[in-house]
C-alpha cells in the first residue's frame, strides 16, 4: 500500500466559533480512523492548514470533498507526494488553535507574527506541523498526568482560621492532695497597723 501525503490551505467562507470546529475536527477524527488517514489541523482567522496522510485513495477522496465543501473557499494544494511513512502516525487529526501558539514557533516557522498558511511553503508547512502537534502531545500528556494526580486538600481563601481547642480541664483534686496543697501554701501574714 502506498502512503501519500498530501497538504493544503483553505480559508473559511464564512466565520465559525470554535465550538463549531471542535464539532467539524470531533467528526474528521471518527471518519479519519475508519479510513486509515492520519494527519494535522492548524487553524487561524486567516485560514487552515492541514497535512492528510494515507491510502492513495483515501487521502484523494478526502481532499475531493474538501474542495467542494461550500464552506471552504481559496482551496490551495502545497504538496502531494508519496511518504515512506506516516509522520503524524498517532494523530487522526491532531487540531491546533493558531491562539494556542506560542510566538516563537511563529517566528521559527512564519515570516510574521501571525499564522498565515497561505505564505508557507511545503517543507515549511510539515515541519511546522510537526512541531505544533509535538507540543501539543506534551500538553495533552501533562494534562493527562495531572488529572491521575491524587488531589490534596487546599484551604479555601477567604475562609476563617479555626480557633484554637481549648485546653483540657484539670481533673478534680482527691481530698489528700487538696490537704496536702493547703499544707504546702505559706499562709499570709496579717497586715500590720499604721501608726
Sequence with gaps: MNIVRLTYASR??????????AGIVTVSRRNNKKLGVTGALCHSPRGFL????????AVNDLFRRIVQDP???????IEYTKAPFREFENWSMAYVHSDELAAAILHKYSTGHLFDP????PTQARVFLL??????????AHQE???????????????????????PKAKPKTKAKKARAKA????????????
Excluded: W
Design 118 to 121: 497561505f505564505s508557507m511553503g
Design 145 to 167: 498526568a495531572e488529572a491521575h494526580k491524587p488531589k490534596t486538600k487546599k484551604k479555601k481563601s477567604g475562609t476563617r482560621a479555626k480557633k484554637p481547642k481549648a485546653k
Design 12 to 21: 473559511l467562507k464564512k466565520n465559525m466559533n470554535r465550538e463549531d470546529l
Design 71 to 77: 464552506r471552504h473557499s481559496n482551496v490551495t494544494l
Design 131 to 140: 512541531a505544533v502537534t509535538e507540543l501539543r502531545a506534551h500538553y495533552l
Design 184 to 195: 504546702v501554701k505559706p499562709k499570709a501574714k496579717p497586715a500590720r497597723k499604721r501608726k
Design 50 to 57: 492541514q497535512i492528510l496522510e494515507g491510502p492513495a485513495d
